[in-house]
């Protein structure tokens, strides 16, 4: 007998139900329509200005890992770049120049009066990747009372991000507050 | 008019994805015949879909020039299946008490009925002993009559790499069967 015959003595078919190719083909066909479902679009978009939107690009994706979205980008008849959107999550935002629409980024105005939070899976890992990119963190990762991980950062141009992560473990000091009444 | 290749049809899921139902139409069930004798009925019905499914999001990396589908579907189901070695194992050793009771019962308890006995058990164990990459070649070829050309495009191996796998699990299988042989395989 030959090596590999011997091998083949040992091949043995299962017995399957008649049904049994049924589970698997829902299973692909679930991930199918996920994929062929247009994504929902958020309902409110954040519009950022920034005066440099390339640099801005650039950095909210090395730093925060917002991915542009190429297709959405819109550029003036001389190649201007004007505004773009990036998406993190299931939320979008626009990154836009200063002008026409009155605000202005905080490099130009000094003042930042809002800030945008952000949900993110694991702080840790973005805070570290933020600090990498040369993000300025201005309020330093640590743990809430209330249930949730966060830290605090400025970008290159000064606009405040906050990230958080809820957390199982709440510290001794009790849950006085909700995330919602923050 | 001839159908459309794998190729095809995986090429058109990029844009249309609901396409792919028929490449899961086309090789789910010889997909599941192969997952079953390696893990048997229950966890391969349950494999099927996540093997396809897993297909399905890396379609783009599908080398066109192929027109089958099927090594490369065969390469992630062994990619799969190495989760599920402990199961594969039992199966296997399950399988070469059959084996041995089955020749047993041919031969009608002559001498080689003993032979059997203890000899399937040794295969099985030969086979479990395999480094993964060798017995993954070896059972693909030897199990699910893959050509070498279809093992490499499996593996994703030179075509070199897949017959000198081949040719050491022959080896370790052909110490078996020499005299004395049995006696120099490891037993685990």
């Known amino acids: 007998m030959k090596p590999v015959d011997l091998a083949r003595k040992?091949?043995?078919?299962?017995?399957?139900?008649?049904?049994?190719?049924?589970?698997?083909?829902?299973?692909?066909?679930?991930a199918i329509r996920?994929?062929?479902?247009?994504?929902?679009?958020?309902?409110?978009?954040?519009?950022?200005?920034?005066?440099?939107?390339?640099?801005?690009?650039?950095?909210?994706?090395?730093?925060f890992g917002f991915r542009e979205i190429p297709t959405a980008r819109f550029v003036s008849a001389d190649g201007e770049?004007?505004?773009a959107t990036v998406e993190f999550g299931n939320s979008l935002i626009g990154v836009g120049g200063q002008g026409h629409h009155g605000a202005i980024s905080p490099m130009s105005g000094g003042v930042e009066s809002q800030f945008i939070s952000v949900q993110v899976d694991d702080v840790d890992a973005h805070y570290q990747r933020a600090v990498a990119a040369g993000a300025r963190i201005v309020d330093e990762l640590r743990d809430h009372s209330w249930g949730e991980r966060t830290y605090w950062a400025l970008d290159l141009e000064g606009h405040r991000w906050r990230f958080g992560q809820p957390i199982r473990e709440v510290p001794q000091s009790g849950r006085r507050r909700r995330p919602s009444e923050h | 008019m001839s159908l459309p290749s794998d190729a095809e049809v995986i090429g058109r899921s990029l844009d249309e994805p609901e396409a792919f139902g028929l490449i899961y139409d086309r090789h789910a069930a010889t997909v599941l015949r192969f997952l079953g004798r390696r893990v048997g009925a229950e966890v391969a019905e349950g494999l099927v879909g996540e093997l396809f499914r897993i297909a399905f999001e890396r379609r783009k990396m599908f080398d066109a020039?192929?027109?089958?589908?099927?090594?490369w579907l065969y390469g992630i189901g062994?990619?799969?299946?190495?989760?599920?070695?402990?199961?594969?194992?039992?199966?296997?050793?399950?399988?070469?008490?059959?084996?041995?009771?089955?020749?047993?019962a041919d031969k009608r308890a002559g001498a080689g009925a003993l032979d059997a006995r203890l000899l399937f058990p040794r295969v099985a164990d030969a086979i479990e002993a395999l480094p993964d990459g060798e017995r993954e070649?070896?059972?693909?070829?030897?199990?699910?009559?893959?050509?070498?050309?279809?093992?490499?495009?499996?593996?994703?191996?030179?075509?070199?790499?897949?017959?000198?796998?081949?040719?050491?699990?022959?080896?370790?299988?052909?110490?078996?069967?020499?005299?004395?042989?049995?006696?120099?395989?490891?037993?685990?």
């Not at chain 2, 050509?147 to 022959?170: D, F």
Request: proline share 6%; net charge positive; no cysteine.
């Open chain 1, 10 to 30: 040992l091949r043995r078919d299962a017995a399957f139900e008649p049904a049994a190719l049924d589970r698997g083909k829902a299973v692909l066909m679930a």
């Open chain 2, 65 to 71: 020039s192929r027109t089958s589908a099927l090594p």
């Open chain 2, 78 to 104: 062994s990619n799969l299946l190495l989760k599920h070695r402990r199961g594969e194992a039992r199966r296997l050793r399950a399988s070469a008490r059959m084996a041995a009771a089955g020749e047993a």
């Open chain 1, 81 to 83: 770049l004007l505004h």
């Open chain 2, 137 to 188: 070649a070896l059972l693909l070829f030897a199990w699910e009559d893959l050509s070498y050309q279809s093992v490499a495009e499996a593996l994703e191996l030179p075509i070199g790499t897949v017959r000198s796998r081949l040719n050491r699990a022959r080896a370790q299988l052909r110490e078996l069967l020499e005299p004395g042989g049995e006696n120099r395989v490891r037993s685990r």
């Open chain 1, 34 to 63: 996920r994929e062929a479902e247009p994504k929902r679009r958020p309902t409110i978009v954040p519009q950022v200005p920034y005066q440099d939107i390339r640099a801005a690009l650039s950095f909210l994706e090395r730093a």
